[in-house]
């Protein structure tokens, strides 16, 4: 429980009312009676304004600067918030960060079910890091921690804030170019995970593919690096390999996830965790909607829906490329479904033709959505509807459908549609085409 009465790391007046928490949210439609309001400043509001509303939902109590009911009232609530976190950090016998250009959810998923650790859910802000923080420091655990970043500073802002114990780096590519400017930007920024809080100890680790960028650094996965798992095979019925002699199978999983759960092994052996008890749960690992879950039936859907750099896309067509039709028998096709990726750049253009020439190599067949239709696939369409019915159209028992696109979450659905993002609705009309509109 969070008990706004027990010594807290900040000056803070509590109001008599002020009750114990079971979880913090800075989002007043998730207060209610078990969950606690913190007001911090937004783009357009400041949670000021929800404080009302949280209370009338019931929270326990709500840090803020306002004098109202159940206040923990401070002169900084955002202040407030990442000091307390930091001290219930402290209270973790272990924490790992984890950053990348693509594949940070799936390692964190991997690392976390290897330690039997906690780890947050999907959203990675600095306020959910925070509250997660908080909300399970304490709880005797490792902690596992998605670090992603989007602009200059950011991630020494992370790490002041999470203190990792472990920092890994899965990944570097080309991903949020606007704001981080070159490849070499993205691999020095993401970089600082590996250095701790001013150049204090941690223990790096990088994936291969990332290697280059971090000469000396130890590096886990398969083939020439520090930690690799051996003579791994990836069928579509998943991927199997062997660490330090011990086999591990991961169903439905593709080369990413058996690198992910290398690292996962690496660390929960570092940490004195039997290895087997490790890979056993490793079996069975679920990551978020989205990220590579593979829907099986007479043609089979992969939804890597949820978000897509050039590194990453490259990666999903790579596992696509290894299907040989969802019937097992090789008539089946495999078919890229490709949207626009966000955040390129001025070299958005060229990337996106790059990946399109790459998913053309890989799949029998590649549609394109949106914006770079074109430069994406070899049938293109300009908004995700007239996708959806040719796509519809052209699918067949046996074949092996790859859906990947950035979210872009904050655009309305309109914009969404004719850019060509968050494809989850073609996963949802491929499903409910096949199964019925009983599918999940």
């Known amino acids: 429980m969070l008990d706004p009465r027990a010594p807290l790391p900040f000056q803070a007046t509590v109001h008599p009312e002020a009750r114990a928490a079971r979880r ?21 509001m400041h949670g000021n304004a929800f ?24 002169a900084d609530a955002q202040a407030a918030l990442f000091a307390w976190a930091r001290a219930e950090r402290g209270r973790a016998p272990l924490v790992v960060g984890v950053t990348g250009s693509a594949g ?74 606007e704001q981080l400017g070159s490849i ?10 590996l250095r701790g809080v001013d150049g204090g100890p941690v223990r790096a680790l990088v994936g291969a593919q990332a290697a280059a960028f971090y000469p000396g650094v130890d590096r886990y996965g398969f ?18 390999f062997s660490f330090a002699g011990v086999p591990v199978s991961l169903p439905l999983s593709s080369t990413v996830q058996a690198e992910a759960a290398v690292l996962g092994l690496v660390l929960a052996r570092e940490a004195g965790v039997d290895v087997a008890d490790a890979a056993s749960r490793l079996a069975g690992v679920s990551v978020p909607g989205g990220r590579y879950r593979v829907h099986r039936g007479r043609f089979t859907v992969i939804d890597d829906a949820y978000n897509a750099s050039p590194v990453a896309v490259r990666a999903a067509l790579d596992a696509l490329s290894g299907w040989a039709g969802a019937d097992g028998d090789g008539a089946g096709r ?33 549609f394109g959505v949106g914006a770079f239709a074109a430069e994406l696939g070899e049938r293109a369409f300009a908004t995700v509807p007239e996708l959806v019915g040719a796509l519809l ?33 073609v996963v949802s009309a491929l499903l409910e085409a096949r199964d019925g509109p009983t599918s999940a």
């Open 223 to 240: 083939g020439d690096v520090t930690f690799a798992g051996e003579d791994l095979r990836v069928t579509p019925e998943g991927a199997s």
């Open 51 to 74: 404080v009302e509303r949280a209370l009338a939902a019931g929270a326990p109590f709500v840090l803020t600067d306002l004098d109202v009911p159940r206040a923990v009232r401070v």
């Open 334 to 366: 495999r078919i890229s479904v490709l949207g626009r990726m966000l955040e390129l750049g001025p070299t958005e253009r060229a990337l996106h033709a790059e990946v399109g020439a790459y998913a053309r190599e890989r799949a029998d067949l590649s």
């Open 393 to 425: 159209a052209e699918v067949r028992d046996g074949d092996v459908v790859l859906i990947k696109a950035s979210r872009g979450i904050s655009w309305t659905p309109e914009r969404r549609a004719q850019e060509g993002v968050g494809l989850d609705v």
């Open 104 to 177: 940070k959810t799936t390692a964190k998923s991997y690392v976390a079910a290897a330690l039997d650790a906690l780890f947050m859910p999907v959203f990675n802000t600095m306020p959910a890091i925070a509250c997660f923080l908080i909300e399970s420091g304490g709880a005797g655990q490792p902690l596992v921690v998605e670090m992603g970043i989007d602009r200059v500073g950011e991630m020494a802002e992370l790490v002041d804030l999470v203190r990792p114990d472990v920092g890994v780096i899965t990944t570097i590519g080309p991903a949020h170019l």
């Open 184 to 193: 070499e930007g993205i691999a020095r920024e993401k970089g600082v995970i």
């Open 24 to 44: 913090l949210t800075w989002d007043s439609r998730e207060a209610g009676p078990d969950v606690a309001f913190v007001a911090l400043p937004g783009e357009r």
